[in-house]
């Protein structure tokens, strides 16, 4: 199988294909990882973007945070951490949580897309 340097609408379609099964943050991460393997889709979890932040994934230019709690004021002053990170370009939140779809479209003119497991995309 081949990997590939991922751009946001290909990691948005294979994360949007996969059904996950999950109780947990973690779980969640186990099928993140299992569905951008499957797809070739090259990555790397948990990325030290500063001494204070780590973003869950990056795969190529996507900047990709995954929540299952938390509020989205909170959510969104660590996107705005993320954001001035030069390497990240987009970013992508995979939540289970429609109150995340509140962010805004873009962060500190960094385009933020929500996918809401099982819920679509905003």
């Known amino acids: 199988m081949s990997t590939t340097t991922?751009?946001?609408?290909?990691?948005?379609?294979?994360?949007?294909?996969?059904?996950?099964?999950?109780?947990d943050e973690h779980a969640l991460h186990r099928g993140i990882d299992a569905a951008l393997t499957v797809a070739?889709?090259?990555f790397v979890p948990e990325v030290n973007l500063s001494s204070r932040d780590r973003i869950d994934y990056v795969a190529g230019t996507v900047g990709i945070e995954v929540k299952v709690k938390?509020?989205?004021?909170?959510?969104?002053?660590?996107?705005?951490?993320?954001?001035?990170?030069?390497?990240?370009q987009q970013l992508l939140v995979v939540t289970t949580l429609r109150r995340?779809?509140?962010?805004?479209?873009?962060i500190s003119g960094i385009p933020v897309t929500v996918l809401v497991v099982g819920g679509g995309l905003s």
Not at 6 to 22: C, F, K, P, W
Not at 74 to 84: F, M, V
């Open 6 to 23: 991922a751009t946001l609408d290909q990691v948005i379609s294979t994360l949007t294909g996969y059904r996950y099964a999950y109780t």
């Open 40 to 42: 070739g889709i090259q």
């Open 100 to 106: 995340h779809r509140e962010l805004p479209t873009s």
């Open 70 to 88: 938390g509020s989205t004021a909170a959510l969104r002053r660590q996107l705005t951490r993320y954001a001035t990170h030069p390497t990240i």
